[in-house]
């Protein structure tokens, strides 16, 4: 009688839900799939980033401190590596807001820069319209013009490089072919540097 030995196999984890966010400057939307939405309001916010663990999976868990309540965001679990044991890292319950990571990271750059919009390249610009509201959108369009214009006028500037203007908004033209936020920001950008070249 043939012996057959069973093979076993680690189970992938469940891809879960996320959650998208929509960003202004002072206040983050959270839509969840099939539920109410969520708006908190991000003046006098604080918060940590931190690794965590969750469903035994390495993510990056970032915890905002706002008042009377904290929110609990987290890039996707069945994403993340497996996270072992001796990692002692803080185990996070299932019951978070997950987001996909490049919201993640635009987010969690947007409050290490303090809200600001200053000292951002354009790429970064780009990644944060990604999870904009269309009127912030715009006006992260029309801050990347402002940088783009500095960085072609033949002006004495020791920063500026002789890039086109088309050169440098390509991040913004590169993401606004996946992203109709990136899209208005591009929009806004081309017109707003229009008018400063022409000043």
């Known amino acids: 009688m043939r012996k057959c030995r069973a093979l076993y196999t680690k189970a992938e984890p469940k891809r879960r839900s996320r959650c998208t966010v929509e960003l202004e400057p002072t206040l983050l939307r959270i839509h969840p799939p099939g539920g109410p939405s969520r708006r908190l309001g991000l003046n006098g916010a604080h918060f940590s980033i931190r690794d965590a663990a969750c469903e035994q999976r390495f993510v990056r868990h970032l915890i905002l401190h706002l008042p009377g309540e904290v929110a609990d965001l987290i890039t996707p679990p069945d994403e993340g590596a497996i996270a072992p044991r001796a990692a002692r890292l803080p185990n996070i319950s299932s019951n978070v807001i997950i987001l996909d990571t490049p919201a993640w990271e635009a987010l969690a750059g947007w409050l290490r820069g303090r809200g600001r919009l200053d000292g951002r390249t354009v790429l970064e610009l780009a990644r944060l319209a990604v999870i904009a509201t269309p009127q912030f959108a715009i006006t992260i369009g029309e801050f990347a013009a402002q940088l783009a214009v500095d960085r072609t006028r033949p002006i004495a500037n020791p920063m500026r490089t002789n890039a086109t203007l088309r050169e440098s908004l390509r991040p913004l033209e590169q993401a606004a072919r996946t992203s109709p ?10 017109s707003r540097s229009s008018l400063l070249l022409r000043s």
Not at 181 to 190: G, M, N
């Open 181 to 190: 936020r990136v899209a208005d920001a591009l929009v806004a950008a081309l």
